[in-house]
């Protein structure tokens, strides 16, 4: 609207003048245009991380036969699958899960994500932002030491006392 009001604007754009008919077909050519993006980029974005597969409204239907290329070796998430269908079919409630903490935009937090059910932290960085805003947020990373103390610890008191602590009734490996 403002590029069509700006073509009759006297002055500087005086000489570029459009018709209303020119700006509604430039309008609808960028409208278009923006809209290809999703369709196709999506489609290359998936080309490149997974097999092809077929459309379905299935958000772990991918799992079946991908392989997450992670910076620690690939990791076959039919395996996650079948975990995530299991806690999804058997566990009733809301139990806290344990799962390790991975850096922000990989596999991390899948469980909890795919079964909804809490966990003791998923994206640090996510969880500080909201939490804390642009302020330190020492909560935030004393659960992602804590979680990284359960999985190395050697020793089994500290490891039950921090389970305890968050009330976590169930361990992913």
């Not at 009759?8 to 018709?19: A, D, M, Q, T």
Request: aromatic residues 12%.
């Amino acid at each position: 609207y403002a590029l069509w009001r700006l073509g009759f604007v006297e002055g500087l754009f005086r000489k570029i003048r459009l018709r209303k008919g020119g700006w509604i077909g430039t309008l609808i050519l960028l409208v278009v245009s923006a809209g290809i993006f999703p369709l196709l980029g999506t489609l290359d974005r998936l080309q490149e991380r997974f097999e092809e597969m077929p459309l379905t409204l299935d958000g772990m239907a991918f799992m079946t036969n991908a392989v997450y290329q992670d910076a620690n070796g690939p990791i076959i998430l039919e395996r996650d699958q079948v975990a995530i269908e299991w806690l999804q079919g058997a566990v009733e409630g809301s139990p806290v899960i344990l799962e390790a903490v991975t850096p922000e935009y990989r596999w991390g937090a899948r469980i909890s994500t795919y079964t909804g059910l809490p966990t003791i932290l998923g994206w640090p960085f996510h969880e500080a932002h909201r939490k804390c805003g642009l302020n330190s947020c020492n909560p935030v990373y004393t659960r992602k030491e804590d979680v990284a103390s359960i999985y190395t610890t050697l020793d089994p008191v500290k490891a039950l006392n921090l389970l305890e602590k968050y009330n976590v009734v169930y361990i992913y490996v």
